[in-house]
């Protein structure tokens, strides 16, 4: 199993994981927009015999970085893989010595939500009708103290 960059012609299979795991999933051009515009933005996939089981986005600005993706197809899922997309995605904003790590979460998620906390995240706030569907949100947050683990941003 390997965590590689995500490419525009990854981005079929990744349509078809989003209509697999979302009620309102990204289209191709809000992936599109986030791999060949957005200067702010990460995206990885996670493949496993060559087929994408799972994929990471996040947004770093200045020291702060903001979670935008995590998802792990439904055949994979109950396996720790979102852990293992977790710890791949906080050594990278380490990497780029952000101090911060946030995400926002349904409050209806509470499998996530415990994934979340395992890995050291705080409930930060509430965000009221956050979602399409009046659903609130959490505002999750991680503290990232200590020293980094890398020093070379173009390892991201």
Same mark, same amino acid.
Request: contains cysteine; hydrophobic residues 40%; aromatic residues 6%.
């Given at each position: 199993m390997t965590i590689e960059p995500l490419l525009k012609e990854d981005l079929d299979s990744i349509i078809l994981l989003e209509q697999e795991l979302y009620l309102k999933p990204w289209q191709k051009k809000d992936f599109l927009y986030e791999l060949e515009e957005n200067p702010f933005a990460y995206y990885f996939k996670m493949v496993d015999n060559q087929k994408i089981i799972g994929y990471m986005g996040f947004w770093?600005?200045?020291?702060?970085?903001?979670?935008? $993706?995590? +998802?792990?197809?439904?055949?994979?899922?109950? $396996?720790?893989?979102?852990?293992?997309?977790?710890?791949?995605?906080? $050594? @990278?904003? @380490?990497? /780029?010595?952000? $101090? +911060?790590? +946030?995400?926002?979460? @349904?409050? +209806?998620?509470?499998? /996530?939500?415990?994934?979340?906390?395992?890995c050291g995240f705080k409930i930060e706030t509430l965000r009221k009708d956050y979602y399409d569907n009046h659903e609130d949100a959490y505002l999750m947050v991680k503290e990232l103290n200590g020293n980094d683990y890398f020093s070379d941003r173009n390892e991201l």
């Open positions: 770093i600005t200045f020291d702060i970085a903001q979670i935008t $993706k995590i +998802s792990i197809c439904k055949a994979y899922q109950g $396996k720790k893989l979102s852990y293992i997309l977790m710890q791949d995605l906080e $050594k @990278r904003v @380490r990497l /780029a010595h952000c $101090k +911060s790590l +946030s995400l926002e979460v @349904r409050i +209806s998620n509470q499998v /996530a939500i415990h994934v979340y906390q395992k």
